[in-house]
């Protein structure tokens, strides 16, 4: 299995993992990977008069950084402005309090790159970070 491939299916495995959490702290799903010209969000859910738009990162390995780290100033821009399109977009939702979750699945060792794996099985350590970030006025107009 070549290196996209296995990406892939740790981010995958990750989301799927993500979504099952979130739901048993009683959010519910409004989209998954909504897309816009600006770019993607993994998830937008809601709870009472809450939105949160979640991105969710795994790390095989965390010699290079924790899965938290890779959210860069660049990539907050991005969801940011793909979360003004949404809102835009279903202005029903423009009320809501609105925030920014990232969801992180740092793995301590590397996987074989040939073999199909069942990520579950390794040992991981979870992170839910609310409020990673917030809407920033000079960060979107960058």
Not at 34 to 46: A, K, L, N, Q, R
Not at 59 to 80: D, F, H, L, N, P
């Amino acid at each position: 299995m070549n290196k996209k491939i296995l990406q892939q299916s740790i981010g995958t495995w990750a989301e799927q993992t993500a979504w099952q959490y979130l739901h048993q702290h009683g959010w519910r799903m409004l989209e998954q990977n909504y897309h816009s010209v600006f770019g993607e969000i993994d998830g937008i859910f809601i709870q009472a008069e809450q939105l949160i738009f979640v991105e969710v990162k795994a790390r095989s390995q965390t010699g290079y950084g924790k899965a938290y780290e890779v959210v860069s100033a660049s990539k907050q821009r991005k969801i940011m402005k793909t979360a003004m399109q949404f809102l835009t977009e279903y202005p029903h939702y423009s009320e809501y309090y609105c925030r920014f979750d990232v969801i992180c699945f740092d793995f301590s060792q590397q996987f074989a790159k040939t073999v199909q794996q069942d990520f579950s099985k390794f040992p991981y350590d979870l992170q839910w970070i609310e409020n990673a970030f917030t809407f920033d006025a000079d960060l979107i107009n960058l």
